[in-house]
């Protein structure tokens, strides 16, 4: 499109011609590009690294100690390296000669940079009273902080490590509602302006040291902040500040938590950067309860960058293993606030098995995005809660995708089961959650479109077993929006693809069984600069198995659990487009059974432009096994099919009531099927809604209501459809139920068409 070449006399003044511009507009991606392939894997970034210590830079070759003075009195020992109480800014070393003052007065003694050389380790002093748990307001005494700043890079390639609490002056604080032990270590808080580099033999420790004597708790680890300015965070190695084990009847350390008196506040292991932060899959970043009579609690684990954020590195936050409790995860949270984040590393938030109290629940993790750039996850997620002997499970934790603008795209295995109890209730399940939304970018001045979700993976949130209760199943909750009216709203597609099954199901236990649990999809459409635009898809290929847990006990107050919810829907709102839904997974949200069996769940599936089922829905009411039991609803909250066009539907749906087994028991009534097309409804499958068999002298159940309508033309059906009473009770006769095609009443006397 270049411009035509003007004459080469310059008196003749004849001017090129303007070149032709290029300009497009769409609420799709726009891609220039000379060939390629799509896939979810990513590249880390290689950027030059120039070891920079600065003008006063400190290279460490040997075991050192850091210790802290008071401002004014300065070590005798020319190179010696000291902090200075109160003073949370600088790292000072000694110089030849002594210069006879500390350096928050001399500036020239501080150290610019720090490089810990492998095989030395580095002890670090404490100089701040951060929690002043001795109660005198002075850093010199009781101090539980190390804090300082570097101008320059930080450097691990051995070791660097928290000093205990005891090597504080004066009143230590307390931990578990006692004086401090040696085992229980301070806390780190850095501030890096240059890189930050841990390499693959290096360590940063704040982690308490493990019992050696039977009755003695593990120690207490200790916060671990690290914040890093516009600059390359590169861990290969470790941190850690987890909890000790303890011995005996001794308790579990907790990881990066503090106590003053008896009141425990959660820690963290923290990393902050402006810049990018890269972990190779060698590092680990461990923030994890001890082990002991009660299971330690686990540190939160937050990792932050402004920029891109690529993490290779396992993330661990479990709560200990208990004899008595389990001891409780904490949060994972990952976040790239503006740019791309990338997970290939395990994230573990698990809850510590227990004994003779109950498991520990998990944690949340959380993947939170910006305004520009992709989220891929191919990393293993657990949240388990935790499993027990007696008492309770642990719950399972949240675990969220979160992005304004672009794509969220996860093959890594997810399981946030409930734990199981041997002789108690087992744990829930909790919520899987993927969120896209479009916005707009302050920082960069611009608008950002939500992009596409796509879900591979086992995906696993089952309530626990347990004797008593179960434990309900986990939802799953999917959100691609355009949330912002005045940006270009989303027309992404969500998909889940190549699973066996999503286990969403309740527990089994003797005396009530869980609930399933629901799965909610949404692509929701809305009205841009006054014009109503088209958002994506949903196509879901999987079994759904959402139903309730079983009851094994024979009274009739031993119910079956509830089936789940299950709610697709493709709601666009432009005239016409392609805001379809087409499912071909099994959907399974039956009531479990009982000796009073469980309601059944439902099934909303709506596509604005064109709605396709193809799989079967297993509906139908619990069964009831105790005498004088009864049954589970089918169909209790519906099958509901919308479409603004057409309907089509091939998968047999099952919508009975429960069956009853036990003397004298009542099996139940089914409710309704709808499928509402604004052009036409076809259904080629089988469609049940009958009630279910009663015994003894009990009444018998009524059947259900199916109700096939379109608008643009008649209706098309070619299988078989059941509304019929159910029988089997020599009680009140149940009534069939009805059939309607386009409103009209078409059912035959015996229930079936």
Known sequence: MQGGNGGTNEASLHSGGNGGDLYVDTYLDVSLSTGGSVDASFTVPSYPVSEDLGSNGVTVSSDTNITSVDTGIEPATPGALYLVNGNTNVLCVVPTPASGDTCDSNSTNRVTGL???????????????????????????????????????????????????????????????????????GKLYLSVDGDLIVGKNGLISAAGDDATVDGDRGGDGGDIRIYNNDSLVHISGHINNSGGTG???????????????????????????????????????????????????????????KNAFYNRAALYSNGGNGTGSGGAGNEISLESHSARLMNSGALESNGGSGGT?????????????????????????????????????????????????????????????????????????DELCFQTYSSYDYDYGGDVRSGDILISGNIKMKGGSGAINGGNGGDLTIYNDDYNENVIPSAG????????????????????????????????????????????????????????GDATGVLATSYGGTGGYIDFEAEGEAYY????????????????????????????????????????????????????????????????????????????????????????????????????????????????????????????????????YSEWTYTSNSGSLQVKAGTGGSGTVGDNGYIHLDHVDVTPADGTL
Request: hydrophobic share 30%.
């Open 115 to 185: 490089k810990i050389a492998a095989g030395a380790t580095v002890i670090v002093g404490l100089n701040d009273d951060q929690y002043n748990g001795d109660a005198d307001n002075n850093d010199s005494t009781g101090q539980d902080e190390a804090d300082f700043n570097l101008d320059n890079d930080l450097i691990v390639n051995g070791t660097l490590q928290m000093a205990a609490l005891t090597t504080a002056g004066g009143t230590v604080d307390n931990r578990h509602g006692a004086a401090a032990t040696d085992r229980d270590k």
């Open 247 to 305: 011995l005996g009847t001794g308790v579990g350390g907790n990881a990066a938590r503090y106590s003053i008196g008896t009141t425990d506040s959660s820690g963290q292991l923290y990393l902050y950067t402006y810049g990018v932060t890269i972990t190779d899959s060698s590092a680990v970043l461990a923030s994890n309860g001890g082990s002991g009579a009660d299971g330690g609690y686990a540190g939160h684990l937050e990792l932050y960058s």
């Open 357 to 429: 109290v109950g498991g520990g629940d998990a944690g949340n993790i959380y993947f939170y995005g910006g305004f520009i750039g992709n989220m891929f996850n191919s990393g293993t997620i657990a949240a388990n809660g935790g499993s027990t002997t007696d008492g309770t499970g642990g719950n399972g934790g949240y675990v969220e995708f979160y992005r304004y603008g672009g794509d969220i795209r996860t093959t890594g295995a997810i399981t946030m089961n409930g734990g199981d109890s041997v002789n108690g209730t087992g744990g829930n399940g």
């Open 493 to 548: 597609t969500t998909v889940l693809v190549n699973y066996n099954t999503l286990n969403m199901y309740g527990g089994d236990a003797a005396y009530s069984g869980g609930d399933g649990g629901d799965a909610e999809t949404y692509t929701a459409g809305a009205s841009t600069f006054g014009i109503n635009v088209e958002v994506g898809s949903i196509i879901n290929q999987v079994k759904i198995a959402a139903y309730g």
């Open 577 to 708: 487009g392609n805001s379809g839904l087409n499912n071909s997974g099994k959907l399974i949200v039956y009531g479990g059974n009982g000796g009073s069996g469980g309601d059944s769940g439902g099934v909303c599936l709506y596509g604005h432009d064109y709605m396709k089922n193809s799989a079967a829905i297993d509906i139908w009411g619990g069964d009831a096994s105790a005498d004088t039991g009864n049954a589970g609803y089918g169909l209790r909250n519906d099958v509901e099919f919308y479409g603004t066009t057409d309907i089509e539907n091939s998968g047999a749906i099952h919508g009975n009531g429960g069956n009853a087994t036990g003397a004298d028991a009542y099996g139940e009534n089914a409710y309704s099927v709808y499928m509402y097309a604004g052009g036409q409804t076809i259904n080629r499958a089988t469609i049940e809604a009958n009630g279910g068999t009663s015994t003894g002298t009990a009444s018998n159940a009524d059947g259900g209501d199916i109700d096939l």
